[in-house]
């Protein structure tokens, strides 16, 4: 009867200190409760039976019924709790992700673009609350997938990235400025850019403080992310005659002046990544600094159990006016 069982007024379980006051109470009491009889014998008496012995269960049972009713009014309930969730500030997020061949080096394993999805991945699978859309861009800039809630949808479509989709080059402005474009009609209450490079601006109509001019106009923060280790990297140089790249090292190269520009300008942050550790520290550093506030709504239905122990009480003091008026009666 107790199994997952609170009580709403537990206070009452002082009263359970009464318990031992009635016993000393009862044993004080009990011989002026029988009467004396002097006789020279008792030998007349040798088979009186048992029940005389059995007369302390009439108290005994009442110490039962008290018991039971102690336990009555201290409400025992069992709670039920439900909650619901609501985000009252979500944040609308594009990863823009430079898919040049620069983004096939080796200096991050098994090469910058593989790392990044990999980490990117995980950020993605971090932010439940938020909307996330992908844009890929290389010479130019297109949209893998808008912003959207379902992220089975983005992680599909992360892994489809890969070099070749669009002609080389590095033009970050048609990378920041597609991305404003996705988030240029967003509702949220934040919106941000995650932009990632590992070269230097080189193609593209769009120039990058134009398109920072126009993240500036819209509300967007951007965070700048500039991919490469530090002096040389084995890097794509030329094609060998099955199609394949043939690697050797140059000198890395990133713009991080005009990124730092950027996220400065935004009111984002510039990162440099130089191996897979910093591009995964980097991405929980943005994770902790863009939090989601979500509302908790918790539900709480009681249920209350006191009416088996009043109950119980009731059935104990019964059975103990029917011993009393039947079976003791002569000894009473």
């Known amino acids: 009867m107790l199994d997952n069982i609170s009580f709403a007024n537990p206070e009452f ?16 009491k009990r011989k002026e409760q029988v009467a004396s009889l002097k006789i020279p014998t008792i030998k007349g008496f040798a088979n009186t039976g048992f029940l005389p ?40 997020i594009v990863m823009a992700i430079d898919v040049s061949s620069s983004m096939l080096a080796r200096d991050l394993k098994p090469n910058r673009l593989a790392a990044l999805k990999d980490v990117a991945a995980e950020f993605i699978k971090e932010r439940p609350n938020d909307r996330i859309g992908l844009v890929a861009y290389a010479g130019e800039g297109y949209t893998k ?10 992680l599909r479509a992360l892994r489809e990235i890969t070099y070749g989709q669009l002609n080389d080059g590095t033009a970050i402005g048609m990378g920041l400025a597609t991305s404003v474009n996705r988030l240029k009609e967003s509702k949220a209450s ?43 990297a084995l890097t794509p140089v030329s094609y060998n005659s099955d199609g ?41 550093e943005i994770n902790k600094l863009e939090k989601t506030e979500i509302e908790e709504f918790k539900y709480y239905k009681y249920e209350e159990k006191f009416r088996p122990w009043v109950l119980l009480a009731g059935a104990i003091l019964l059975l103990e006016w029917l011993l009393r008026n039947t079976l003791f009666r002569s000894f009473i």
């Open 190 to 232: 934040s919106k941000i850019i995650i932009l990632l490079t590992d070269g230097v601006n080189n193609s593209g109509f769009i120039e990058p403080q134009t398109a920072a001019d126009l993240a500036i106009e819209f509300g967007i923060k951007t965070y700048t992310i500039g991919l490469g280790t530090n002096g040389n």
């Open 13 to 28: 379980f002082w009263l359970l200190l009464l318990l031992p006051l009635a016993v000393l109470w009862y044993f004080y």
């Open 145 to 154: 997938t808008p912003i959207t809630s379902d992220k089975a949808i983005v």
């Open 244 to 284: 394949s790249f043939r690697y050797g090292m140059r000198q890395v190269e990133i713009d991080e002046d005009l990124l730092k520009d950027i996220a400065k300008i935004t009111g984002g942050k510039y990162f440099r990544a130089t191996d897979n550790e910093k591009l995964e520290a980097i991405y929980d």
């Open 53 to 92: 012995k059995l007369k302390p269960l009439l108290f005994l049972l009442r110490l039962l019924a008290l018991t039971a009713i102690i336990v009555a009014i201290a409400r025992p309930q069992t709670e039920d709790i439900s909650t619901r969730t609501k985000t009252t500030k979500g944040i609308d």
